[in-house]
Structures are given as C-alpha cells and as structure tokens.
C-alpha cells in the first residue's frame, strides 16, 4: 500500500507539472498579434487595434510585414488606435506613395521638367532604362522618421513599448529576413517597399524589398519568441474567380497571390483567434477608403468579440487606455550634424539645401521642407537619417547618409495639341555636369504640325551667379487680324478681314541669373534675334513673283534685357495659393537692313498675379497684365496682339478670352483676368473666367487704360489633370463682336 501511494504521489506530481507547462499562469500568459500585408487594405488592422483597446487586451508582441508591419511598429512605439486612425486618416497618401514634392521646393528648372514633360527615362550609353521603381520611398521614410522620432533611440526593437520585428526579402536570394534591430522607419520602410512601386531599401548590405513577397504573416517566427497566444490580422486577398480576372494586372496579381494564399489555409488553423476583414471591394491602393476600411477592421475584431474578452480576462485588464500616448514634438533641437555618402556635392552644398546648422533648434515642418529641396534637385536618390539622443545634452544628433544619383542623362518625351500650334510631340535630351558638376545641357525637338527647338545650357550656382545660354526656334502659321501685319506698312487692303501668316522666330540669348530665395529671380541678359513674316494670302496683290509669298518681315534685332520672376503659385495651372510677378524689359537698339526705318526702342511688360482659397475645393486667381512701347513707332512687328487661349506665347502675343489669335493690336495695353476654379472631383476642375482690357497705342499717356475696358470676354470650361498635363476644353465669348470660340488643349505645354 506504501509504495501505490507513492506512485499515485509521484503521478499526481508529474501531471500537476505537465498541467502547468498545458496551461500558463495567467501573469504568465504571452499574447503575440501578427498582422499581414495588404496595402490600404492594412487600414483594417487599425479597427481590430481600436477594438483591442476598447477592451483593454494587452499585447506581447506584434509581428508585421508590409502595411502590417507600418502599423504594428507605430503601434508597438506607443501610438493608441485611436490616434493611429486620426493621423492615416489625415495623410494624403497620393504624396507619400508617389513621392510628391511641393512645387515651392522646386528651383525653377525643375518646376520646368515636372510641368513640361509626361515622361522621364534614364539614358546611359545611348541606351534607355526603365527606373526600378515609380517612387524612392522618400515621403514614406519621412513620415515614419517623424512619428517613430520618440524611440528613435531605440535600437533593439524588443525593447520597445510593445516588442516588435517585421518581415522583408532579400531581392537578391529570394529569402526573407526578419528586421529586429536598427533603425525602425528604415527597416519598416523596406518591409512596405512593394516591388515595383517603391526602390530596394539596403540594410546591412541586402537589397531589401517587401516582406509579402516571401512571408506575408509570420507567424512561425512570432511563436518562436515565446508567445502563448496569437492573433491574427488577415487583409490579403482570396483567390479571384474567371468572372473577376478581367485584366492582364488581375492575372499577374492572382499568380502572384497564389504561395501566400495558399500557405494561409494552414498559418489560419495555427491562429487562436483568426480575424480575417471583408476587404473584397478595396484594392491594395484604395487609400481614399481607409475609413470605410477601418470600419470593417472594427466590424471583424467584434465578431471575434467574445473570445477576445475572454483572453483579456485571462490576462488581466490593460491600463493603455489611460496610458499618456506618444506625440511627436513639433520642433527639434539638432547639436551636431553628420553626413556621409557625398562625392559630386559637397556638405557645404547639402547643409544649404536642407537650411541646417548645428546647435540649433528647428521647426520640424522647416526640416521636412528642407529634405524636400533637397530632393527636388533630383541629383539624389535617398536621403536615409536618423536622429540619436545627444550624450549628456538635450537635443539630438542627425546622422545621415546621402546617395548622388548615378545617372547623368535623362530622355523625355511629352505630348500637347492647342488651337495655335496644333499637334505636337517634345523629345528631350538633359545631360546633366556635362561640363562642370553643376551644370546641365538641355536639348529639346517638337515634332508635329509646327516643328520647334529649343536649346538650353545652364551653369547653376544658386544664389551666386549663375551664367545661361539658350537658343530656340518657334514657328506657326496661322489666320490673323490684318491690322497686326499692315500697321507696319502704308499698304492697304480692302475686304481682307484675316491674313495667312507664317512666323519664325529664332531667338539666342545669353544671361546671368542670380536667386533672392529658389522662388525668386534676377535675370539680365542680351538677345539676338531673327523675326521672319510671311503671308500667301497676298502673294497676288503686293508680290512679284506668284511663286513666292509675301514676306512681311524679315529683320535680325539686338537688344539687352532685364527680367524679375517671383513664382509662389502652388500649381502653375490650377493655383490655389500664392503670388505671382513676372516683370521683363528689352531695349532693341539694332535691326538690320530689311527695317529701314528703325530707331531704338524698349518694350516693358509685366503679369502679376494672385490665388487664394475661398472654400474647400474652390479658389480663384486674380491675374493683372501691362504692357508698353518707349520710343519711336517705326517698329510695329513687336507691338501687343491679344487674343486666343495659351500658356506659351512668345514675344508679344497675350491670351484673352472671347478674341481669336493675335486678333486686338497695339503698342500697348492693360488687362484683368478673374479666374473662378472648382475642383469639384479630385483633378478635376470646373472653370468660370473673364477678362477685362484695354488695348491701343500709347494707351498710357492718353490715359485710356484708366477708362471703361473697350474689350470683354468670358470663359466657362473643365479640365482634368492627367499624367501628360491637363486636357481642357473651354468655350468663350465676347459681348463686344457677339463672337464665340472653342478651345481645346491636351497635355503640358512647350
């Protein structure tokens, strides 16, 4: 009997232990939550975090990959869901995916390129590239700079509010790698950097991509660190049926799809608490849903109500609904500043852009402002930083790494069409440090109804002098007022309303140029130019030769000039704040001997213009323009001719609504135009315009210009914002001649 109850003892004991190692004390009990890439889609994962904490469910640590792993860093960091919803709900994630820069941080060749051309390809070895991704991943890593600032001391990513790791692929083995230490934005940067869509990321020497690609819910290794428990987070899509694989991007996503949908049947059945959102109508880029997505996040982790409630009791209640939540400061104290990775530009070069010093105390918007210059040059691919806590001292270190842009030359190509010049196809060529490190050579060809060029060499040395050449040739032909051609001339004609005219106009210019701020520019410089008129309209009344056409003009002229520019505008074609101010003077002081009778004159013109805001999704531009001659008339084939619709006029020429081309004359005139703009849908703008002038010679010193308009027009029109520019349609009128015209645009102009 002795030795049964010892054995049934020593039973007891035993299972008394196995019992134990079954079932954890609740103190002991490891809950571990993984959440899953999905793009937009991941939007969920903030309404299952927002049912967690309603219900005060402590977590032990979060696994993540791609969206999951944004998320669930920014989570672990000590971001409640509530305020996780408030700031992705506040982000304009169009700007941050496409790596979208604001115009002010654009020095005014580069506001050029981006407002000009549709495409850009790297071009090396007379051998064209396709970029290895739409965007760099720099807006992304800002903002997750930004809101991981308070742990950004935080090296080992266990040590953490919430122990945290997140998943990637090594691009170059196929291999997933799992971030545990580091920086946290770089390394969650790489596990969203969706092939593709955003560049490689290299940590630690690997090329680095989005962690779905080989483990898009990890939750092996979650358990691997001891955890209990797991929830899991599912947002990827399930397999499309025949009916919904309609599109060659529908069949690449399904085949791409089919390893991490299926290694889910079996990840699903290792989850405790398997949360899976109804995410069949939003894609991986519906971002404009995200609140709608949040919803189902929420409506999903309260089907699951019960057993998370249950586990919460088992864990004991959290006290993070009460926890003083992070916030990241406003401003930043930066004592030292240390960059590596430069050899082309210098750090002088870099500070200046980004407006840094040491021991300083900068505004965190002013700094995000100066990466965006930074980047605007397009002589970087990334700017990686970090901000470590100064030893001993309050404030913060910036340890950066910069990478310069490998690649020199650039091959562009844009489409347009427009009532004057017709259809029209750009090619260009940029090389830049052609000559020297600062410089860039840019050659343009239009192909089309009107062949152009334009050549441009520019030794940038910004707010120093810099030094400019450029040459352009401009043609069109076109029906204009016969009052532009015969005021030149003592010739007259009868019943001749509109005249054929072919103009050419090859302009060379050479300047210096120097910057107040990137939006701000002095221009002097000297001009020749070639200006040749012709017309076979009247070939049989005022030429000899019926074989030729009559030509009007045919003069070379030299002339200096000075040119003001400050450009504020928020968006050169749709501007909803800012202000405006183009000022240019020319003296000719020689023409050669085609122009008889020349003297000397100068010709003064300026635009100002202002936009502002009147309600959401509604503003309008105020645009005042000048113009006059100073001298003798003896030259009329510069004067003012108003009328038509453009954005790239040359010489003279000035839009007003209600007028054909070139159709109102004179030596001088004033102008107001008020424009009324409604984006009614994203990028897409509803148009109410008029304009208001004056046009006649010498209207300054009679006084006109201060009379009642003698010319009124109108517009009403819509334009949509495509990649290749706007594609407008506007219909206009006059009350004056009761004339009405169309005009139609499609894409940037040049």
């Known amino acids: ?101 604001p115009r002010e941080s654009k020095t005014f060749y580069e506001r050029d390129n981006s407002e000009k051309y549709a495409v850009t390809l790297p071009f090396n070895k007379f051998k064209l590239k396709l970029p290895s991704a739409i965007s760099s991943g720099q807006n992304v890593y800002n903002l997750l700079t930004y809101l991981t600032l308070p742990v950004s001391d935080v090296k080992e990513f266990d040590k953490l509010p919430i122990p945290f790791f997140c998943t990637a692929t090594n691009v170059e083995t196929g291999k997933a790698v799992y971030l545990e230490r580091g920086n946290l934005a770089q390394s969650v940067t790489a596990s969203g950097a969706f092939p593709s869509l955003f560049q490689p ?74 949360i899976k959102p109804d995410i069949k109508d939003f894609s991986v880029i519906s971002f404009s849903e995200g609140q709608r997505i949040v919803k189902n996040g929420e409506s999903a982790a309260r089907e699951q109500l019960g057993p998370l409630v249950e586990l919460a009791k088992k864990v004991g209640s959290s006290n993070r609904s009460t926890t003083k939540f ?23 070069y870099v500070l200046g852009k980004l407006k840094l010093k040491s021991n300083t105390t900068v ?40 990478k310069e842009n490998e690649t020199t030359t650039f091959f562009r190509l844009g489409l347009h069409y427009d009532e004057l010049y017709k259809s029209a196809a750009i090619v260009n060529l940029t090389r830049k440090r052609a000559l020297f490190d600062n410089d860039v050579l840019s050659f343009d060809v239009v192909l089309g109804d009107n062949i152009r060029y334009n050549l441009d060499y520019f030794i940038d040395r910004g707010f120093y002098w810099s030094v400019g050449l450029r040459t352009r040739f401009n043609q069109f032909d076109r029906d204009v007022n016969s009052q532009l051609i015969f005021r030149t001339f003592e010739e007259e004609v009868s019943n001749v309303n509109k005249v054929d005219v072919d103009l050419r106009d090859f302009s060379s210019q050479f300047y210096v140029q120097t910057l107040f701020r990137k939006d701000f520019a002095l221009i002097a410089g000297a001009e020749h130019k ?69 003297e000397p004159f100068s010709i003064a013109k300026a635009d100002i213009g202002y936009a502002f805001k009147i309600a959401n999704g509604l503003s309008m531009t105020i645009l005042e323009q000048g113009g006059f001659k100073i001298g003798e008339n003896t030259t009329n084939s510069m004067d003012f001719g108003l ?37 009614f849908f994203k990028k897409n703008h509803f148009l109410l315009a008029a304009n208001i002038g004056n046009v006649e010679d ?53």
């Not at 039973?11 to 004390?25: K, R």
């Not at 680095?208 to 209990?228: R, W």
């Not at 996503?253 to 290792?270: A, C, F, G, H, P």
Request: charged residues 20%.
């Open 643 to 679: 009328g038509g619709y453009a954005n790239n006029f040359i010489n003279n020429f000035v839009s007003f609504y209600g007028y054909d081309f070139m159709s109102i004359t004179g030596n001088s005139f004033v102008k107001s135009t008020f424009t009324l703009d409604y984006e």
């Open 326 to 348: 992070l916030k990241s400061p406003d401003s930043i104290r930066i004592n030292s500043i240390k960059i590596k990775g430069y050899q082309k530009y210098t750090r002088a």
């Open 698 to 750: 010498n209207i300054f010193e009679t006084g006109e210009w201060l009379t009642t308009p003698d010319y009124t027009g109108f517009a009403v029109g819509y334009s949509f914002e495509t990649f290749l520019g706007p594609i407008e349609a506007k219909y206009t009128w006059s009350p004056d001649t009761k004339r009405d015209y169309w005009f139609f645009n499609l894409g940037f102009w040049f």
């Open 201 to 274: 990321v290299i940590i630690n020497d690997q090329l680095l991509i989005d962690g779905g690609v080989t483990n898009n819910y990890p939750i092996d290794e979650l358990k691997a660190k001891g955890m209990d428990v797991i929830i899991g987070v599912d947002v990827q899509d399930d397999l499309a049926t025949r009916e919904e694989l309609t599109s060659a991007p529908d069949i690449l996503l399904q085949i791409n799809n089919y390893r991490t949908i299926n290694d889910m049947v079996w990840k699903s059945e290792k989850t405790d608490i398997y």
């Open 530 to 598: 070639h200006l040749r008129i012709t017309s076979q309209t009247l070939v049989n009344q005022f030429s000899t030769n019926n074989d030729d056409d009559y030509l009007f003009e045919n003069t070379d002229y030299l002339s200096v000039y000075g040119n003001i520019k400050l450009d504020t505008y928020s968006n050169r074609y749709f501007p909803k704040k800012g202000f405006y101010f183009n000022g240019d003077i020319h003296w000719y002081f020689y023409a050669s001997s085609f122009n008889e009778n020349f």
């Open 1 to 101: 009997m002795k030795h049964f109850l010892a054995i049934i003892a020593i039973f007891l004991l035993f299972a008394g232990v196995g019992f134990a190692q079954e079932t954890p004390a609740k103190d002991s009990l490891k809950i571990g939550l993984v959440l899953s890439g999905g793009g937009a889609k991941g939007f969920a994962h903030i309404g299952v975090l927002k049912v967690l904490d309603s219900i005060g469910l402590k977590v032990d640590y979060i696994a993540g990959s791609s969206m999951g792993a944004i998320v669930g860093s920014l989570y672990a960091s000590g971001y409640s869901a509530k305020q996780l919803d408030s700031i992705f709900g506040s982000v304009n994630f169009d700007e941050v995916i496409t790596d979208y820069l």
């Open 363 to 402: 505004n965190y918007t002013d700094f995000s402002s100066g990466v965006n210059n930074l980047m605007a040059t397009n002589n970087f691919d990334t700017f990686e930083y970090r901000f470590q806590k100064s030893n001993g001292i309050e404030g913060y270190d910036l340890l950066a790494t910069i």
